[in-house]
């Protein structure tokens, strides 16, 4: 595998771009709309959703046909790093965004595109991921959730959990066994859109460590799926999942979780920074340097069609490291901060408390070196 | 989605890439196999054998985008192939003297060489990065060969998920001292040395150079047992490398301690690591 990626510079228009979501970000902290703080997967608000939609903001890379902007995928870097950057609530519409209309861009019917696509971009629906069962985690191919063929569609049958917010989005993409698992186990699945509003589907919380109900556990019991619902080809699921990895892995949300604790530590010092915390500041502002620059490489590479996988692999373990380890510095250095502020305690606390996922979702740090490893060429 | 694609800020010249792997390559083989005895002379002949290949010039032109782009695949070569023959001196001074060849068994834990000029220090940090870079690399390329061959407890190393992992990590930090180096570099040859954002690039990309080279010669020094910790095996050579240019790079620098406070500085400066961190990354944009 590469381990030098090339070097890109942001184009001049994603310059303009981020002028613009700055002035934005701006706008909706002053008029006091939401506080910074949470991050992707857990700062849900979706009337936010559908102001950035207003923008043009969700489903900007694609074709003006589906509702997008046809903007380019450093432009799309550019507006969720400096939202993401801002603490902005962002959880609503970001599975639908980065995942789910990306796959039905690639992978869905041209009805199904007429039919979900404008209304992501409109910010009027959004998405969860089906994916995790209770015996299926980090090996997805273990997936028991089946679904039969029935007259005019497909029965769902069985359990999801660690569905994020489910029990407030509007549909999940759930992976599902249609067929032999063959030898690879990667056989015989396929991917359904299904209405987490529909009967037959129940929808239980699961509380959190953090004391918040984002998780559930979706229960499929004889859901009915009409057959325009399957994405893609049947059999085919496990293609779909695993082809955009890339962007799923590589963003920046992998390495900004703990970004606004950082901000929040500088923001106490600012008069009077002990030599400690100017020397963790700069650390911390070297490390984001060269995750940021590696996420853009990749994010150019997307943009030229490619699927950097294992490069995307690498860049989440590191950056997910990165988030943890400015915790593990914050905290040390709290007690020689001058002052130590709401934004700065809480985001503390709050960042403690969510940590240990920041590890574990879209693909564990033990799956992504082993992805890395195989990129070496040792598996 | 738009299909308009932006090109890299900068790209190694892959002729000269080619070449100066394939010189370098060879100047260290025949190094290592004469030396044994008559050091001198073997490192006089490495001297005039670059001399004769034209890279001494190539690196003494480094001022702009071509001549980055033919520069950094020469050090890199040299690295690669830890020929003892220190090209990236050559960035810092017009002089072939002896001064460019050392003797690779050789770590005093000293500064190094350390050029008067402004103008020549931040050269040879962006050269020493390239190095740094380049000679992960090889020790990582190295012990991924190694780990394969060698067996205990009946299969090879590299079926063990522990040496999987830790040389995954080791990976991940030559990608990202790779990506800092390089930011550097491209900085330097589109902007040139006296751009206002080079000062926090340099910093940085030390910082994680010297991380990395911690992570990478342990993982790839654990991974080799004994065998790796012996003169005659390669992964010494590479390892000494590693640590004579990571010592002078923070020398370079004032220090790593420096190069924190600086960052973390301009970042209290400016009110924000986010805002200090995408001014830095931007083309043409100054620091704060």
Known sequence: ?379 | MTRQTTAPLFAPDPVVAEAAERAFADLARRYHEHRGGNETAAREKLLAAVEELGFAEALAAADDREGWAQAAPILRAQARAAAPIDMAWLLATGERAAAIAYDPDCYDAGAGLLPAREGARIALALGRLQQIGAAMEAALALTLRYVQERKQFGRPLAQFQAIQHSLAVAAEEVAATNAAADGALACAATEGIAAARLAFLLDAAALVAGRGVEVVRDACHQAHGAIGFTREYALARHSLDLLRWRDNLFALRGGELACAERLGDRALAAGGLWRTVTAAMTAGGSHD
């Open chain 1, 1 to 379: 595998m590469r381990l030098r990626f090339p070097v890109h510079a942001l184009p001049p228009e994603a310059e303009r771009l981020r002028a613009e979501v700055r002035e934005f970000i701006a706008q909706e902290l002053a008029a006091g709309l939401w506080k910074p703080g949470g991050d992707f997967a857990s700062h849900y608000d979706p009337a936010f959703s559908r102001r950035l939609a207003a923008r043009g903001w969700i489903g900007m890379t694609w074709p003006r046909r589906y509702g997008g902007a046809e903007r380019t995928m450093l432009e799309r870097f550019v507006v969720t790093e400096e939202l993401l950057a801002a603490g902005a609530p962002v959880a609503a519409h970001w599975i639908a965004d980065r995942q789910s209309g990306p796959l039905l861009l690639r992978y869905g019917s041209e009805s199904q595109r007429r039919e979900f696509l404008p209304r992501i971009a409109r910010g009027e629906i959004f998405f969860s991921i089906g994916m995790s069962e209770p015996d299926a985690g980090s090996d997805l191919a273990a997936v028991r959730t089946r679904a039969t063929k029935v007259a005019g569609g497909w029965q769902l049958t069985g359990r999801k959990v660690w569905t994020t917010f489910a029990h407030l989005n509007h549909y999940a993409i759930v992976l599902a066994r249609t067929g032999d698992a063959g030898e690879s186990r990667h056989a015989g699945l396929s991917q359904f859109i299904v209405d987490l509003k529909a009967p037959n589907v129940e929808v239980r919380p699961i509380v959190n460590m953090a004391g918040a109900h984002e998780f559930n556990e979706v229960v499929f019991d004889g859901t009915f799926v009409p057959e325009d619902r399957l994405v893609g080809e049947p059999g085919n699921g496990w293609t779909q999942v695993t082809s955009e990895l890339a962007f799923e892995r590589s963003g920046p949300e992998r390495y900004l979780s703990s970004l606004q604790l950082a901000e929040a530590a500088l923001a106490c010092a600012r008069e009077r920074p002990s030599p400690r915390l100017r020397e963790a500041l700069g650390r911390m502002a070297a490390r984001l340097a060269a995750l940021r620059a590696m996420s853009i490489a990749i994010a150019a590479e997307l943009q030229a069609g490619e699927m950097p996988n294992v490069e995307a692999a690498l860049v989440k373990d590191l950056g997910n490291a990165f988030e943890r380890e400015v915790i593990a510095v914050c905290r040390a250095l709290a007690a020689e901060l001058p002052r130590q502020t709401a934004e700065f305690t809480t985001a503390l606390a709050q960042t403690t408390l969510y940590a240990p996922s920041w590890t574990l979702r879209g693909g564990t740090r033990e799956i992504l070196r082993s992805i890395v490893a195989r990129g070496l060429g040792l598996r």
